[in-house]
């Protein structure tokens, strides 16, 4: 499975962005998706997530509110909407595919099998 995301870049405090996650998996539609988030020095954190049918998701405190975990099982695609950005979201940020048919979303790094190459963002003070 290839995943291949976009939409990164450099916004100001209280901006906007979306990202994009496309994958190359066939059956798509059947399994949970994730974005974690990686800061320089930091480790890895878990950001949100979502079923397969998009009907439940799962946020970090830190974004409940701000960013929308959503996807499009046509497009093989899952979004990530990140509103009133703030300097301590910036980090290079990844989409995650769980090899588990029908396997609920969750916020576990181990649960996923494969990921993206990562897109940066920064929020700017």
């Known amino acids: 499975v290839q995943l291949v995301e976009s939409g990164g870049g450099l916004v100001q405090a209280g901006g906007s962005l979306r990202l994009s996650c496309a994958a190359s998996?066939?059956?798509?539609?059947?399994?949970?998706m994730d974005w974690f988030r990686q800061a320089l020095g930091k480790e890895r954190e878990f950001v949100a997530a979502?079923?397969?049918?998009?009907?439940?998701?799962l946020y970090a405190d830190s974004v409940k509110g701000r960013f929308t975990i959503s996807r499009d099982n046509a497009k093989n695609t899952v979004y990530l909407q990140m509103n009133s950005l703030k300097p301590e979201d910036t980090a290079v940020y990844y989409c995650?595919?769980?090899?588990?048919?029908?396997?609920?979303?969750?916020?576990?790094?181990?649960?996923?099998?494969?990921w993206g190459q990562g897109t940066q963002v920064t929020v700017s003070s």
């Open positions: 995650a595919f769980r090899r588990l048919p029908w396997g609920s979303a969750t916020k576990y790094d181990y649960d996923y099998t494969y």
């Open positions: 998996e066939r059956t798509f539609s059947e399994y949970a």
């Open positions: 979502i079923t397969w049918s998009g009907g439940d998701t």
